[in-house]
């Protein structure tokens, strides 16, 4: 990387936290608003955006913070939309009927019962959508979904046992399931270490690059998800440049492999996600590293039934 692409590089990520932060400052300063599910719901979507400000994702930190100032504003805010998100088939399904589910709570009443409990929902949704869609961080996914699961069932817990015993279930199907342990296992498997303040790929990240060209394949895989991670060494600002320089040289190893560019999708984590906690400034081996995912295409069954 050249010493100019290196300077704008640099100045588009303190762009990007500029212009994210002042956001969630934003949101911050607007006073509560509304119902009390109103209210819940805002302080929910702020820290739903500080903590994608924290994990270096300032696109979804705004969106975030643009539903809580929403609120602020005295607009209705809903669950999200699905087509709002670029979703996984084999998850597609599942958050349709759980967005159906918790739109049929909502309406009849949940947000004046139970505020709390049906905005935090609502949030676990909108987090579940927003995981899913990343479609990576597969402890996260389940959190944000069972977080959901649980409270929807709180709100549903006044309601008919006949239309309770109507709604449509939650549960992943058999084949979507299947798809997406597959995909949890894949999307572990691979990993790159790099020595301290390098983002040059040695010889075992070379046959760590091999494995995962060859399940893909195999799999004939949909998407190639790379994550790239520092260690907590230096600032924040260079461990995510240093983590996406990182996650670009295993994307172009890829690429030489033959996998085609535009599967491949690419992401800095900077030190925000350690596989060992450690304190500031501490260097870590293991936190020095790429993770690879490989979707696997998935069967028409995994897509509908």
Same mark, same amino acid.
């Given at each position: 990387?050249?010493?100019?692409?290196?300077?704008? &590089?640099?100045?588009?990520?303190?762009?990007?936290?500029? @212009?994210?932060?002042?956001?969630?400052?934003?949101?911050?300063?607007?006073?509560?608003?509304?119902?009390?599910?109103?209210?819940?719901?805002?302080?929910?979507?702020?820290? &739903?955006?500080?903590?994608?400000?924290?994990?270096?994702?300032?696109?979804?930190?705004?969106?975030?913070?643009?539903?809580?100032?929403?609120?602020?504003n005295?607009?209705?805010?809903?669950?999200?939309?699905?087509?709002?998100?670029?979703? *996984?088939?084999?998850?597609?399904?599942?958050?349709?009927?759980?967005?159906?589910?918790?739109?049929?709570? &909502?309406?009849?009443?949940?947000?004046?019962?139970?505020?709390?409990?049906?905005?935090?929902?609502?949030?676990?949704?909108?987090?579940?959508?927003?995981?899913?869609?990343?479609?990576?961080?597969?402890?996260?996914?389940?959190?944000?979904?069972?977080?959901?699961?649980?409270?929807?069932?709180?709100?549903?817990?006044?309601r008919?046992?006949?239309?309770?015993?109507?709604? *449509?279930? &939650?549960?992943?199907?058999?084949?979507?399931?299947?798809?997406?342990?597959?995909?949890?296992?894949?999307?572990?498997?691979?990993?790159?270490?790099?020595?301290?303040?390098?983002?040059t790929?040695?010889?075992?990240?070379?046959?760590?690059?091999?494995?995962?060209?060859?399940?893909?394949?195999?799999?004939?895989?949909?998407?190639?998800?790379?994550?790239?991670h520092?260690?907590?060494?230096?600032?924040?600002a260079?461990?995510?440049?240093?983590?996406?320089?990182?996650?670009?040289?295993?994307?172009?190893?890829?690429?030489?492999?033959?996998?085609?560019? @535009?599967?491949?999708?690419?992401?800095?984590?900077?030190?925000?996600?350690?596989?060992?906690?450690?304190?500031? @400034?501490?260097?870590?081996?293991?936190?020095?590293?790429?993770e690879?995912?490989?979707?696997?295409?998935?069967?028409?069954?995994?897509?509908?039934?």
């Amino acid at each position: 990387m050249t010493r100019l692409s290196t300077t704008l &590089l640099v100045v588009a990520c303190a762009a990007a936290v500029a @212009g994210c932060s002042a956001r969630l400052d934003e949101a911050r300063r607007s006073a509560p608003a509304g119902s009390a599910f109103d209210r819940a719901l805002q302080t929910g979507y702020i820290e &739903l955006a500080r903590a994608e400000r924290d994990e270096i994702d300032f696109v979804d930190a705004e969106i975030f913070a643009g539903r809580a100032i929403s609120l602020a504003n005295g607009e209705r805010v809903v669950p999200e939309r699905l087509d709002a998100r670029k979703l *996984p088939p084999a998850a597609a399904d599942d958050l349709a009927r759980a967005r159906a589910r918790l739109m049929a709570a &909502l309406e009849r009443g949940a947000r004046e019962r139970a505020p709390e409990i049906a905005a935090e929902a609502q949030l676990r949704f909108d987090c579940w959508m927003q995981e899913q869609e990343e479609n990576f961080q597969f402890d996260q996914i389940a959190a944000c979904r069972d977080g959901f699961v649980a409270a929807l069932e709180k709100i549903e817990l006044a309601r008919p046992a006949l239309a309770r015993s109507r709604s *449509p279930s &939650l549960r992943p199907t058999p084949a979507a399931a299947r798809a997406s342990h597959a995909a949890t296992r894949e999307a572990q498997a691979f990993t790159v270490m790099f020595a301290f303040d390098s983002a040059t790929i040695d010889g075992a990240g070379a046959a760590a690059i091999a494995k995962a060209v060859a399940a893909y394949n195999a799999a004939g895989a949909a998407i190639v998800r790379i994550a790239g991670h520092a260690d907590r060494a230096g600032s924040e600002a260079y461990n995510t440049k240093l983590a996406r320089a990182r996650a670009e040289a295993v994307a172009r190893a890829i690429e030489r492999a033959g996998i085609p560019r @535009g599967i491949i999708r690419t992401r800095s984590y900077g030190e925000s996600r350690p596989a060992i906690a450690t304190r500031d @400034g501490q260097r870590e081996d293991k936190n020095r590293r790429v993770e690879i995912g490989v979707d696997p295409k998935l069967p028409r069954t995994a897509v509908r039934q």
